[in-house]
C-alpha cells in the first residue's frame, strides 16, 4: 500500500467516524454527565423520600414503614413549628435587606468613580470566605460586653445573640453582610447592559436622576432581579451554616430554622426518618415558592 493510499483509507475511517457521531442522538453525549448525577444526586434524594416514611434511626438496615406518622408528628412539634416561623422571618427580612443593599452597591459601584474597581472587591470579598469562619467573626463582633465589638462602637449593652428578641435579627445581619456582594455583581452586571442612550434621551428630555432610575433604569434590571430574589430566597430557607455556628438554633429555639431542626433530629437524637420528612417538607416548600417567583417575575420581565 502506497502512502497516498495509506492516507486515503485513514480519511475515510475518520470521516465515517464522524458521520457516525453526527447521527447519534444528542442525549448519548450527554449520558455520562447524566449518570453521574443520577448516582449523586437523584438516588440519594429518592433514598430520602422513602426514608421519610420509615422510622429509620441511620444505623443498620432495621427500619419499618409508618406511613404518614413523621409528618403528624411534625404537625404537632411545636420546635418544628416555630422553627418555620423563624425561617420565613430570616427569608422575608434577607431577601429585602440584601437585594436593597446590593442595588445601592452596585449603584455606587456603576459611577465613574477612580476607586470602583477596588470597591467592587471589597464588597464582593466576603462572598468568598466561608460562612462558618463569617459566623465566628460576627460573634466576636457581637460580643455582649459593652466595651468590645459593636456594643463598644456604638456605646450599647445588648446581648445581640443571647437575646431571644435580637438573636434572629442578629443573623439576619449576619448573613446580608456576606452575600449583599454577590447582588451586587448581579445588578451590576444588569447595569452594564442599560444602553447610554436611554439615559441621555431621558436627560434631553428633562428627566431627573430618580425619575431615569425609575422609567429607564429600573424597567431594565428585571431579569437581575428575578435572578437576586431567588437566589436570595432559596438561600434564606435553606438557612444552617451562620445559624448552627453563631447561635446552634438558640437561645432556646429563638434562631431554630428548619434545616437546625433536620440536623439535630438526623445527627443528635437518632430520628433519620423523622429528619428526612422534614427535609422532604423544606424542600417541597422550596420548590413551591421557586415556581410562584418565577412565574410572577418571568411575567413582571414580559409587562415591564
Given at each position: 500500500m502506497t502512502p497516498l493510499t495509506a492516507f486515503r483509507a485513514r480519511a475515510a475511517r475518520v470521516a465515517g467516524r464522524r458521520r457516525v457521531s453526527a447521527d447519534a442522538p444528542p442525549w448519548l453525549f450527554a449520558a455520562p454527565a447524566l449518570l453521574v448525577y443520577a448516582l449523586v444526586v437523584l438516588y440519594p434524594a429518592a433514598s430520602g423520600v422513602v426514608y421519610?416514611?420509615?422510622?429509620?434511626?441511620?444505623?443498620?438496615?432495621?427500619?419499618?414503614?409508618v406511613g404518614l406518622a413523621n409528618f403528624r408528628t411534625l404537625l404537632g412539634d411545636e420546635q418544628a413549628l416555630g422553627s418555620i416561623g423563624?425561617?420565613?422571618?430570616?427569608?422575608?427580612?434577607?431577601?429585602?435587606?440584601?437585594?436593597?443593599?446590593?442595588?445601592?452597591?452596585?449603584?455606587?459601584?456603576?459611577?465613574?468613580?477612580k476607586s470602583r474597581a477596588l470597591l467592587r472587591v471589597i464588597f464582593f470579598a466576603p462572598v468568598v470566605v466561608s460562612p462558618v469562619m463569617?459566623?465566628?467573626?460576627?460573634?466576636?463582633?457581637?460580643?455582649?460586653?459593652?466595651?468590645?465589638?459593636?456594643?463598644?462602637?456604638l456605646g450599647l449593652r445588648v446581648d445581640w445573640l443571647g437575646d431571644p428578641s435580637v438573636a434572629l435579627w442578629s443573623i439576619a445581619g449576619m448573613v446580608v453582610w456576606q452575600y449583599a456582594g454577590y447582588s451586587m455583581v448581579i445588578f451590576l452586571a444588569g447595569l452594564e447592559g442599560v444602553p447610554k442612550e436611554l439615559h441621555e434621551a431621558a436627560m434631553i428630555d428633562g428627566a431627573g436622576t430618580w425619575q431615569r432610575f425609575r422609567y429607564?433604569?429600573?424597567?431594565?434590571?428585571?431579569?437581575?432581579?428575578?435572578?437576586?430574589?431567588?437566589?436570595?430566597?432559596?438561600?434564606?430557607?435553606?438557612?444552617?451554616?451562620?445559624?448552627?455556628?453563631?447561635?446552634?438554633?438558640?437561645?432556646?429555639?429563638?434562631?431554630?430554622?428548619?434545616?437546625?431542626?433536620l440536623y439535630k433530629q438526623a445527627f443528635v437524637f437518632g430520628k433519620f426518618g423523622y429528619s428526612t420528612a422534614i427535609a422532604l417538607v423544606?424542600?417541597?416548600?422550596?420548590?413551591?415558592?421557586?415556581?410562584?417567583?418565577?412565574?410572577?417575575?418571568?411575567?413582571?420581565?414580559?409587562?415591564?
Open positions: 421519610a416514611f420509615t422510622d429509620w434511626s441511620g444505623i443498620g438496615q432495621d427500619m419499618s414503614f423563624n425561617t420565613l422571618l430570616l427569608t422575608v427580612a434577607v431577601v429585602f435587606v440584601q437585594n436593597a443593599v446590593g442595588l445601592l452597591l452596585a449603584l455606587g459601584v456603576h459611577a465613574k468613580l463569617v459566623a465566628f467573626l460576627w460573634k466576636y463582633i457581637y460580643n455582649p460586653d459593652p466595651t468590645a465589638g459593636l456594643n463598644g462602637l429607564v433604569t429600573w424597567p431594565l434590571l428585571a431579569p437581575a432581579v428575578t435572578i437576586n430574589l431567588m437566589l436570595s430566597t432559596i438561600g434564606g430557607l435553606k438557612l444552617f451554616d451562620q445559624v448552627f455556628a453563631a447561635t446552634n438554633g438558640g437561645p432556646g429555639y429563638a434562631t431554630e430554622t428548619l434545616s437546625t431542626v423544606l424542600a417541597l416548600f422550596v420548590a413551591a415558592v421557586s415556581l410562584v417567583q418565577v412565574y410572577y417575575l418571568r411575567n413582571r420581565e414580559v409587562t415591564v
